[in-house]
């Protein structure tokens, strides 16, 4: 126990001494004492407790002292290491220990696709959290995503890219944004909850760098086939650099007319047929994948036709702006 020196404020209560203790004890060498988290540990709760519901304990802010091997600590408003976060109103506080409920982090979110350079992502799903056996509505939460570009962005901001959605003991936080910049970025998401309970967790994506510019993209018409009910085109690319483009590429089916669907998509490379996977954006909008195997063909001056098949049951007209993104990681 650390020799505590009291003052005339002595008579107020025992219990914030005991507080300094817990508290001091986080300055010292922690190798032989038990971490100060976990469930049988209640100083996170505490803590964030005392965030969120301060007068759940009386603030001593004046006229106490405690003297310990580390020097001397006078009392002041908030949280002191001579009377550490004050004397508790029991009556406050131990509801609020009750219902305190910790907020953990389910793990790193991994995009299935890369976001493209000056393209929004769209709303997708940055972290998921789970807070014990506790439901509460989303406005019982708040967060911030830092996106790794330099933009941080809050839930309480106006019109807020951010949203915070509840299903049982799982919350999700969605969010959209867009990257000037291409690269690798890791995004960090921090939530805050009731009782002061706080997590954070995050993201790892690519931006994948917009090379539409460098290449010469020709679209054919669409033939509609009534054998099989598609609308059979094509989509050539041809590289107009003196180099050839790096790791795989994406094709972007930005606006694609609504009601129409892409179907299937292959290219041919001598005499083999390779089908091409087709994925989503966060915007909705439909993605032709070329894997680096393939893309690494598209030579300086050389052209890669890719066989596209639309599904259009209302056999109406449409329409569609191909973007082609590199993505110099994926190798």
Known sequence: MHELHRSSRETETQSHFDLIDSADLQQQDTKNVAPASGYSQTLPALYGIAHTN????????????????????AASKGYDLATGLGTPVANQLVPDLINYRALTASG???FPTPLFQDVPTGSVLLA????????????AYSATAAWGDGTIETTTQ????????????SIEVFGTH?????????????????????ATSGASTVVATDVTN??????????????????????????NTAASLSGSLDILMQGLTSGVTLAYASVSIGSTTYSLPINQYGSGDQIIHIPQNLA?????????TIALRFSNP??????????????PFDN
């Open 314 to 327: 209302s056999l109406a007209l449409f329409d569609y702006i191909p973007k082609l993104f590199s993505d």
């Open 178 to 198: 867009t990257f000037t910049v291409t690269g690798e970025f890791a995004i960090s998401v921090t939530i805050d909850g009731p009782f002061g309970a706080t």
């Open 108 to 110: 790193k979110t991994v």
């Open 54 to 73: 301060p007068n759940d304990f009386n603030d001593i802010n004046y006229n106490d002292t405690a003297v310990t091997g580390n020097g001397s600590f």
């Open 214 to 239: 460098d290449v010469g993209i020709t679209r054919s018409g669409a033939i509609y086939n009534r054998s099989t009910k598609l609308f059979y085109g094509s989509l050539s690319i041809t590289n």
């Open 158 to 169: 106006i019109k807020s890219p951010l949203n915070i959605v509840v299903t049982g003991q």
């Open 296 to 304: 690494s063909s598209l030579l300086p001056g050389k052209t890669l």
């Open 128 to 139: 998921t959290f789970s807070q014990g056996t506790a439901t509460n509505s989303a406005k």
